[in-house]
């Protein structure tokens, strides 16, 4: 199949370009960039005021599948991806059974193979049932294609099991990413320990929860050499340490969540909105403010939507039983448009470098570009969108997101995977 975008403004830093020019992809690769390009046979799509960048990625979803379809699958999840601009998207294997095995990569690679509407790569489990005990099939996970490993969910308590880990990863090139939680310390925490906790009556969560396993999984990638990815970073301490980390030359990263740039514990009021509850805990005004200080100066390498989709009775409840976790995969990229390339505190290729170029890096998947021979795994903007955020808009099977309500500018308008549309004028190509 030819295809040929044309006048629309393309965005690559990884290759230096922001110029309005043409697309030509053939046969799922990117064939010319230019001006005045013609096409003799094929689809052609006038994208003028459009924006084009790589193919954004959400290096942390959770696709509930295996076990847990009543919140999510990966045909919902991935709909849901493509509605929000990504191109692909790295699932959790906190799933039931947890994905721990070769077997249980294999499958989640299979099922999204019949019915993803974006690349699904799957991350495998650290430890056997993510019980932080014993080592989980590592490298056959790794040789049936999961991308990085995690636990995520949790942390893992052991500093010596966590050492095996990192020293098993290293072998197979792979990425450990880290829920980093001292268990002991956070306990039944609801909300973030302080002014939050007090106000509304609920059990603390305490920064140092973080924190503490922030800095064990640093000194334990000294150690090791293993790469090491700091998953939804919090606080700014735990920011400070990450900085301290990249200066020594660590091999060490970050992520960050839109609702913990966007969101504080300022905003759980006492109509407790369990929307709200999210692990690890919304924190103060001041660590928002330091993350978002980390996003413009380069500190925070990735931002991740940490999509947690839940039924409807797991969230329509008292908080303190209420699940944990947000929605995200579908105002994450209109709500970094608005509120940080729209405020001004970044630009769109700074935007591109966190959701599309630095997740495929800390994951070790191919480059994409706008470039010839590049994946044409492509996301088209409508930088001027305004829409306001409906529950009854998701694609997701979902609906317990914070930000309903809210009126963005800005949104995915087309998603190309390997040259294919699998969502055109805001609507999924079925």
């Known amino acids: 199949m030819a295809l040929l975008l044309k006048n629309a403004r393309a965005i690559d830093p990884a290759c230096g370009l922001d110029d309005v020019c043409d697309i030509l992809i053939r046969d799922g690769r990117i064939v010319e960039v230019g001006r005045g390009l013609a ?31 009543q919140k999510e699958d990966i045909a919902s999840g991935s709909r849901a991806a493509a509605r929000g601009g990504f191109t692909a998207v790295c699932c959790m294997p906190n799933t039931t059974p947890v994905i721990d095995s070769a077997a249980q990569v294999r499958f989640v690679a299979e099922r999204a193979a019949a019915v993803a509407k974006c690349r699904v790569h799957v991350a495998g489990a650290c430890t056997q049932g993510l019980k932080g005990d014993t080592l989980s099939e590592m490298g056959d996970m790794a040789a049936h294609g999961a991308v990085a490993f995690t636990d995520d969910g949790r942390g893992i308590q052991s500093s010596g099991m966590m050492r095996l880990v990192l020293d098993y990863a290293s072998m197979f090139g792979k990425a450990v ?37 922030i800095a064990r999984d640093i000194a334990l990638a000294r150690l090791t050499g293993c790469p090491l990815h700091i998953q939804h970073i919090t606080t700014l301490r735990g920011l400070d340490m990450v900085r301290a980390a990249k200066a020594e030359g660590l091999p060490v990263t970050c992520e960050v969540t839109p609702h913990h740039l966007f969101l504080t514990e300022d905003d759980i009021t006492d109509d407790y909105n369990t929307a709200l509850k999210v692990n690890p805990p919304l924190r103060t ?26 039924a409807a009775w ?117």
């Not at 096409?39 to 005021?49: E, F, P, Q, T």
């Not at 268990?183 to 106000?199: C, M, P, Y």
């Not at 630009?347 to 599309?356: N, Q, S």
Request: glycine residues 14%; aromatic residues 4%; negative net charge.
């Open 39 to 69: 096409l003799g046979k094929g689809v052609a799509r006038d994208l003028a005021g459009k924006i084009v960048v790589p193919g954004l990625v959400d290096m942390h979803v959770h696709l509930r599948e295996p076990g847990q379809e």
């Open 177 to 213: 990413m880290v829920h980093c939680q001292d268990e002991g310390l956070v306990g039944a925490g609801q909300v973030n320990e302080g002014v939050a906790s007090t106000r509304l009556g609920l059990l603390g969560w305490p920064a140092e929860g973080e924190e503490l396993e």
């Open 285 to 310: 005004a001041a660590d928002a403010a330091g993350l978002l200080e980390g996003v413009a100066d380069g500190s925070i390498d990735c931002i991740a939507s940490d999509h947690a989709p839940h």
């Open 314 to 430: 797991e969230k329509d409840c008292e908080f303190e039983v209420a699940a944990f976790g947000m929605t995200g995969l579908e105002t994450a990229l209109a709500l970094v448009l608005t509120k940080l390339v729209g405020g001004g505190l970044i630009d769109y290729a700074r935007m591109v470098e966190l959701m599309a170029v630095n997740p495929r890096r800390v994951l070790r998947l191919d480059p994409v570009g706008i470039a010839a021979g590049s994946v044409a795994d492509l996301t088209v903007i409508d930088p001027d969108a305004a829409w306001t955020v409906d529950r009854c808009g998701f694609a997701s099977k979902a609906a317990n997101s914070a930000f309903i309500g809210m009126e963005l500018t800005g949104r995915a308008h087309d998603v190309y995977v390997g040259g294919y549309a699998t969502m055109e004028e805001g609507v999924i190509v079925e």
